[in-house]
C-alpha cells in the first residue's frame, strides 16, 4: 500500500516511547521537580517520557537560550537518576528561527500555522490531485461507522488550505535532518494554532501528504475542536471533542497503514496542561486502542512558583502579589500576542490593593486549578500565566526567591503534575 516504496518507518533511528509528556519550564529551576512527577507515575508501573519544551517566544521574554533547556534537562535526569528515555523539545520552530535549536534539541515542533491558506505551486497541486483521485467516492476507514464522502471540490479545498504548509513542513524537516542527521530526531508538526480545527478527514490527506514529502512524523498536533485556553480547562462540546478525537485516533491507525508513515505516529496535544474534563476521555480512548499520546502543558510550572511563593508567606509572598500587581497594570499588553488562547474576564479580577490584603491561602487557593474550589479564580490565573513577563524584569530579585523557596515550590510543581494531570489522564 505504501506510495514511496520506501516505509518511512525505516528510517527513524530514534522513536519517541508511547506516552510522552511536555514539560515547559519559564525559568528553567524546576526540572527536577518536574521530573520527580514523572518518577513518580514510573513508581506506579507507568512508563512516560519527559520531553522538555520551550518556544522562541518564552525563551525571548524569559533571556534563556536553547543550550540551557538542554543543559537543565541533562542535569535533571543525571540528579535524579532518571534511566529511560527523555528529549528536549524545539518548540514552534521554524525556517527563520531553527538554527539556533539545532544542537542542543532532538524533538522538533515543526509549525505550519502561518503556511496554511498560502498557494502552492501548480504542479505540486495537480500532483495531491491526481495522486488522491482514487479516494473519491466514499471513504470507510476501519473501525469508524460512518463513511466520509471525498469529492474532487473537497480534495481541491484541502489542497489550497493545507498543501503549501505540508511542503514547508518537509523543507523545515530536511533542513533539521541535513545537520543533524536524518531520523536522529523526533519530527512532530503542529498546526494548532489557528482559528478552526481541522477535522479528520482534513487530517486524512495532511498526511498523505506528509508521507510523500518523506517527512517520517512521529506526532501531529491539530488543532482539536473547542477552547484550549493557556492554564485553564477545557472549554467547549465534551462529546464531539470524544467523538473527533476517536475518530483522529482511528485514522492515524488507517494513515500509518497507507502511506507508510512511522507505526509510533501519535496525537500530540498542545496548551494540554489543565485540560481536566477531557482527560478521562483521552486516557480512556488510547486505553481503548491501545495507542500513545503527547500532551505539551502551557508553561504552567511557573505559575507554580507564584503558588509556592505564595505558600511561603512573608516576603515570597510579598513578591506574589507585586507579581500580580504589575501583571495587573499592564494586562492589556501582557494578554495581546496571547489574545487568541485566553479568556480573561476583566471584572472578575481582583485590584490589586485588596489582594494585598490577602492571606498566604486566599492568594494560593485563587491561583491553584482546584475545580469547584471556591475560591479559584480562572482570570485571575490567566493573567498570571500571561506575565511571567513581569517576573523575568524582576531579574534576580525573582531568581534568588525561586532558590530560596525553592523546597515548597518544588512540592507545588511536582503536585500539580502528578496529582492533577497524570492521575487524571492515566487513571493513576
Ligand atoms: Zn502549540
Known sequence: MCAHGKNLYNTIKMEIGKYSFGIGDRFGHQGKAQLSALLKAK????????????????????GTSPADVKTEADESVKSLGWSGEYHVDADH???????????????????????????????????FLQHNRKYIGELNIPG????????????????DKYLYATQKAAEIYRHISSIKGEGLFIPEVSMDEVADPQSPVELFFILGALAEEKLPLQ?????????????VDYEGDIQQFEKEFEEDLLLIDFAVKTFGLPGNLKLSVHSGSDKF???????????????????K???????????????????????????????FERQEALCAPYAAV????????????SVDGWSSDKFADTLRHIPGHPDYNSSFRQLIHVG??????????YYNKLEKYAGIIGQNVEENIFERHLKRLFDL
Open 43 to 62: 513508581e506506579t508501573g507507568i512508563e512516560i517520557v519527559p520531553v522538555w519544551n520551550k518556544s522562541n517566544r518564552e525563551h525571548g521574554i524569559v
Open 388 to 397: 511571567y513577563k513581569v517576573a523575568a524584569e524582576l531579574g534576580d530579585e
Open 297 to 327: 502543558t502551557a508553561g504552567t510550572t511557573w505559575l507554580e512558583e507564584i503558588i509556592g511563593l505564595a505558600a511561603a508567606e512573608g516576603e515570597a509572598l510579598e513578591l506574589a502579589k507585586k507579581v500580580y500587581r504589575n501583571a
Open 342 to 353: 485566553i479568556d480573561i474576564n476583566p471584572e472578575a479580577l481582583p485590584s490589586p490593593g
Open 93 to 127: 520552530i521554524n525556517l527563520s528561527n531553527v538554527d539556533p535549536y539545532i544542537e542542543h534539541s532532538d524533538f522538533f515542533t515543526i509549525d505550519v500555522a502561518d503556511y496554511i491558506l498560502e498557494p502552492a505551486d501548480a504542479d505540486k497541486k495537480n500532483a
Open 277 to 295: 474534563s477531557i482527560y478521562p476521555v483521552i486516557g480512556r480512548l488510547i486505553k481503548k486502542y491501545d495507542k500513545g499520546i503527547h500532551v
Open 144 to 159: 469508524i461507522s460512518k463513511s466520509y464522502q471525498i469529492t474532487e471540490e473537497l480534495l481541491t479545498e484541502i489542497a
Open 219 to 231: 506526532t501531529i498536533a491539530p488543532k482539536f475542536t473547542g477552547r484550549f485556553n493557556k492554564g
